[in-house]
C-alpha cells in the first residue's frame, strides 16, 4: 500500500476533543488535497466520539477552520481547481474546498466504522485502559491489521504495543495544542514499530509541514518528560516560599518569575491551568510508576483535585480556573486552598512585586523578542543582568532557569532525547519558549 492508498480510509477515535478536532483538521485536508491530484480514489474519514452533540461542534469547528485554511492557500487551490469552469471567484473555491474536506469526514459514535482504517489515531483521554479498550475493538484483532497512531502524552508505546497486541504497528504521533496551529509533532516508535509504519509518518508530518522530534520510548517523553519536573520544581518553590509567606503569595511569586523573570509566554502555574490540572496529575500518574526513582508526584496538585479546582479550558476556549483565576483571559486572583477561595491578586500583588524586585534593565518581555532576529544577544544581556543583581526575583528566577537546564541535560543523558537541540527544539516549538533549557545563560 504507497502512501495515498493507506490514507484512503482513516478513523480519528476521540475525534471531537481537543487534540481529536485539530488532527480531524490537519488529516482530512491531507486526504482532501491528496484526493485532488487522484480524483479517481474514495477517501473517508471516520471521526469517532461518544455522541452527537460534540460532533455537531466538531463540524462546525472543521468548517470555520478549512474555510480560514482555503483562503489562505487560494493561490494553490486556484491551480488545483483550474479546469472547474464553474468555479469563478476566490469565494466559489473556497466553498468549493471546504465542501470536498467535509465530504470525506463521515461523524459517527460507532466505534465499528473505524475497524474500516487502514490507519487509526487515537486521542481519547489520556488513560491507559480507555485506550485498550477502543483498541480492542477496532484494531487489535483486525484482519486488516491497521497502523494505530496514538497521541498519548506520557504511556509507553511499547507497552501500548503489548497490552493491546499491536506489536509492529503503533506509534506515538504526538501533536501538540492546538494541532493545527502547534509545529512541533514528537514522533515515538516503539522497539517493535517497523519501518514502514515510522517511514509513513516522517511523510505524513513533512506533508503537514510539522517540525518532527523523536523522542525515546520513555514514559512523558521530551514534552513531558521536562514540563513535568519543571511544573515540580515550581510547586517545591511555592512549598519552601509559603513557610514564610501566604501560600498565595508564593504562588504569584513563583508565577510571575517563571513568566517575566524567565522571557516565558506564561508563567508554571497557569501553563498547569492552561493545559489541566487534572491531566498534569493524570501524566504524572502515568510517569511515576514508570521511572522508578524519579518521583515525579505533587500532593498540592492532588489537593486540588481534591477539592475540584481542576484548570483546563470551557468549551468557548476560554481558560478555567485552577492555581489561577482568570477573567477576560487576565489573571485576577490566586486560590487559597485552606480558605478554598480565590484571594484577589489586588489584596497582595504589589507588595510581593516589590518583595521579587525590579526586572534588570533593559527588560525583556517574551512577546516583544520571540520573533526578534537579536533574540539571543537581548536574551544574553537581560540574563547577564539578571545575575549582577542581588533580588530575591533573580534568585528565584536563576534557579528556576538552572533547574529546567539540568531537567533538560537528564533527558539527554538519560537517552530520552538524541541531544541537546532536540530538547530545546521541543520547548521552543511545542512550548512557545523564546529559547532552550540547555543554553548558557543558566549554565
Ligand atoms: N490537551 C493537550 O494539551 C494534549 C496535548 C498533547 C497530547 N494530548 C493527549 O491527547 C489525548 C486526548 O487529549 P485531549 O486533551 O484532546 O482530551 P479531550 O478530553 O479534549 O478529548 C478526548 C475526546 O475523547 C472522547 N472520548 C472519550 N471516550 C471515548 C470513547 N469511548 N470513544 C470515542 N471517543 C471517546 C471524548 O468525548 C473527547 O471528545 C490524550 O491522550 C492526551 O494526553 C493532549
Not at 473555491?93 to 470525506?104: A, E, G, K, N
Not at 509533532?185 to 514499530?193: C, D, N
Not at 509513513?200 to 517523553?221: E, I, N, Q
Request: hydrophobic share 45%; net charge neutral.
Amino acid at each position: 500500500m504507497d502512501y495515498s492508498e493507506r490514507l484512503e480510509n482513516v478513523a480519528v477515535l476521540g475525534a471531537a476533543g481537543k487534540m481529536g478536532s485539530g488532527i480531524v483538521l490537519l488529516v482530512a485536508m491531507e486526504m482532501a488535497d491528496t484526493a485532488l491530484r487522484s480524483p479517481s480514489r474514495r477517501f473517508v474519514l471516520h471521526a469517532v466520539d461518544v455522541s452527537h452533540a460534540v460532533l455537531s461542534g466538531l463540524v462546525k469547528y472543521l468548517r470555520e477552520q478549512v474555510q480560514k485554511a482555503a483562503e489562505k492557500k487560494i493561490v494553490a487551490l486556484r491551480k488545483v481547481y483550474a479546469d472547474r469552469a464553474d468555479l469563478i471567484d476566490n469565494s466559489d473555491i473556497v466553498r468549493q474546498y471546504v465542501t470536498d474536506v467535509l465530504d470525506i469526514v463521515r461523524p459517527t459514535t460507532m466505534l465499528e466504522a473505524a475497524a474500516e482504517a487502514n490507519i487509526i489515531f487515537e486521542a481519547a483521554p489520556e488513560n491507559l485502559d480507555l485506550k485498550l479498550k477502543l483498541f480492542a475493538k477496532t484494531a487489535s484483532d483486525n484482519p486488516r491489521q491497521p497502523w494505530v497512531f496514538t497521541n498519548t502524552s506520557s504511556i509507553p508505546i511499547e507497552e501500548i504495543a503489548g497490552k493491546a497486541r499491536l506489536d509492529g504497528r503503533v506509534m506515538g504521533f504526538h501533536f501538540y495544542n492546538p494541532p493545527a496551529v502547534q509545529k512541533l509533532v514528537e514522533l515515538i516508535r516503539g522497539r517493535s514499530t517497523s519501518d514502514e509504519v515510522a517511514t509513513f509518518a516522517t511523510t505524513l508530518c513533512k506533508s503537514l509541514r510539522k517540525v518532527v522530534v523523536p523522542s525515546a520510548d520513555v514514559a512523558g517523553f521530551i514534552g513531558n518528560g521536562h514540563f513535568m519536573r519543571d511544573l515540580l520544581h515550581g510547586v517545591a518553590e511555592v512549598e519552601r516560599l509559603a513557610a514564610t509567606m501566604p501560600f498565595v503569595e508564593a504562588v504569584y511569586s513563583v508565577n510571575r518569575v517563571s513568566q517575566d523573570f524567565l522571557v516565558r509566554p506564561m508563567g508554571i502555574f497557569q501553563l498547569a491551568d492552561y493545559v489541566g490540572i487534572d491531566v498534569c496529575q493524570l501524566i504524572m500518574a502515568v510517569m511515576n510508576p514508570r521511572l522508578p526513582g524519579a518521583n515525579l508526584h505533587s500532593a498540592l496538585v492532588d489537593r486540588f483535585m481534591a477539592l475540584g479546582v481542576g484548570g483546563g479550558q470551557n468549551h468557548d476556549g476560554s481558560q478555567k480556573d485552577g492555581f489561577l483565576q482568570y477573567a477576560k483571559g487576565k489573571i485576577v486572583g490566586v486560590y487559597d486552598p485552606n480558605a478554598k477561595k480565590y484571594v484577589p491578586l489586588s489584596d497582595f500583588q504589589a507588595a510581593c512585586d516589590a518583595r521579587l524586585g525590579p526586572l534588570p534593565e533593559p527588560a525583556v518581555a517574551w512577546k516583544d523578542v520571540v520573533r526578534d532576529k537579536a533574540k539571543d544577544a537581548r536574551l544574553s544581556q537581560f540574563f547577564g543582568a539578571l545575575k549582577s543583581v542581588k533580588t530575591s526575583g533573580a534568585e528565584l528566577a536563576l534557579a528556576y532557569g538552572a533547574r529546567s537546564r539540568e531537567i533538560g541535560l537528564k533527558l539527554v543523558s538519560d537517552g530520552v532525547a538524541r541531544n541537546a537541540d532536540d530538547v530545546n527544539q521541543v520547548l521552543l516549538t511545542g512550548f512557545f519558549h523564546a529559547y532552550g533549557p540547555i543554553n548558557a545563560y543558566f549554565g
